[in-house]
């Protein structure tokens, strides 16, 4: 059975609180919390004190995706604020501090993720492949809500798979932008385990039954 994540960066900001609930009401596994800083992407969202914030009000497993410059420098706060899973961009800093910056994930006893953009090939996680829990397989490129699915990221989802599979077989797949109830299936079809929806969720008439679509 798939999961659902919905992103709060369609929620409605001013009641955050109140969509977090209805997303329990829901059935949804994760909430999935993007941060963006006008650097990596170009665009701003929400940061550490909005995953303090949340903390408290939710069990549901924080799923914090970092779309920002040289993340190593932020793991820690987003730790300390409260998120279960932290992920980052590989195109966001050097080999080397993404390594360390996994390994600093871990070392504070959150699970640890990296991203790849469209244009980034699956071959560019080989040196990270044992140190994930997660790979992020972008859809759209990062920095928006409401775009469109980019059905050509799925070889590249399998190849992920397969990689994986030699390696880190416990590693899971997540993909995130365009998920709605047309693309969910072929990204099941092809290995992913969690699924980003932040639209197409928050835009559904019956929510529940959206969650069980992509769950099933
Ligand atoms: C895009 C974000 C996504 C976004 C998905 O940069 O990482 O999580 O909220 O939104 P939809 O589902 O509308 O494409
Ligand atoms: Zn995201």
Known sequence: MAKIAPSILSADFANLERDIHNLEQCGADWVHVDVMD???VPNMSIGIPVVQALRPVTDLVLDV???IDR???YVEQFIKAGADYVT???EADQPQNTLEALDKIHAL???AAISLKPKTPAEAAIPYLEKCD????MTVEPGFGGQKFMADMMPKLRKLRQMLDEVNPG??????????ANTCAVCKENGAEVLVAGSAYFKAEDRAAFVKLIQA
């Open 38 to 40: 006008g650097i990596f």
């Open 65 to 67: 995706h970092l779309m």
């Open 71 to 73: 993340p190593i420098r």
């Open 88 to 90: 980052i961009h590989i």
């Open 109 to 111: 006893g959150c699970k």
């Open 134 to 137: 997660m790979i992020l397989v």
């Open 171 to 180: 590693c899971i797949l997540e993909v995130d932008g365009g998920v709605d």
